[in-house]
């Protein structure tokens, strides 16, 4: 039997996981988008032929499952404003909003619910992305299933045990792509002090990053071994690595994460605070 879905915020995100669902063999019918704004809806409407809703309470009504993908800023105001809707229907909760704990979700629309928290990151836009996923006691192995095949329509899913652990997901995919955009900027900038248009330096660049995660992704060796693989010894690659390591690049990423994940925290703690 299908389940009917619907999404509490029709943004990018929302956007790009509904896409993925259809692409995946989701049924639009089955897939409601809601948002105050009609101008906001339509274009998702007529792109991919599903229903949407302006009444969050009306759209839950009638929902398996409820996924909430408004700022967290907001979230308090739409989970309590559709409460009794929620208990009354008492639908899968999954939240992609960055920071609000389960605990706090689940409060704020009454209490009792099964409730998935996932940390999705921005290449889902693309189909490529990569989220960490957490189960609340009250999920049962078929909403598991579900809330799987949702996110795995825009990319990989893992799922933690443990909710604290959403916070290393974050730094190690959630923020993460910003820390390989940094790594585009230095290498085209290099790049150019060696003489290459910058343009040319920026797509190299980029085109190696993607074929070695596609390698990475492909292989079933470590990520040591595969390099180890490109390096000769007294070669080109073995100098560059040579020079990372001599710069304490792995303290630097390790900082930088730990300091990714004390800053997730920090702000579970403020969001659910308010």
Not at 62 to 86: G, Y
Not at 164 to 176: F, I, N, P
Not at 212 to 241: F, H, Q
Request: glycine share 8%; proline share 5%.
């Amino acid at each position: 039997m299908a389940s009917t879905i619907t999404f509490i915020g029709a943004g990018n995100m929302a956007g790009a996981i509904i896409g993925g669902m259809i692409e995946s063999g989701f049924s639009p019918d089955d897939v409601i988008a809601t948002s105050p704004s009609d101008d906001v809806l339509a274009p998702l409407r007529e792109r991919l032929g599903i229903r949407t809703e302006t009444d969050n309470a009306a759209a839950v009504a009638e929902s398996d499952v409820v996924v909430l993908a408004v700022k967290p800023q907001i979230m308090r105001q739409v989970c309590e404003q559709m409460r009794d809707a929620v208990q009354a229907r008492r639908p899968l909760i999954v939240s992609v909003a960055a920071g609000l704990p389960a605990e706090t979700l689940e409060a704020w629309l009454g209490g009792e619910l099964p409730l998935v928290r996932c940390m999705p990151n921005t290449p889902a836009l693309v189909g490529a992305g990569a989220a960490g996923l957490y189960a609340n006691a009250r999920v049962d192995a078929d909403q598991r299933r579900l809330a799987t095949e949702l996110m795995e329509a825009v990319g990989l899913v893992e799922w933690v045990e443990d909710e604290a652990l959403l916070d290393a997901v974050t730094a190690v995919s959630g923020s993460a792509p910003a820390y390989f955009f940094l790594m585009f900027e230095a290498m085209e900038e290099a790049g150019v002090t060696l003489g290459l248009p910058a343009d040319t330096a920026r797509r190299l660049a980029m085109q190696t990053a993607l074929g070695a995660a596609k390698m990475a992704l492909a292989s079933d060796k470590p990520p040591a071994e595969l390099k180890r693989n490109v390096m000769s010894p007294g070669g080109t690659t073995e100098r560059a690595i040579a020079h990372l390591e001599d710069a304490e690049l792995r303290r630097i990423m390790g900082e930088a994460m730990t300091a990714c994940a004390d800053r997730a925290a920090e702000m579970a703690d403020e969001l659910g605070q308010r």
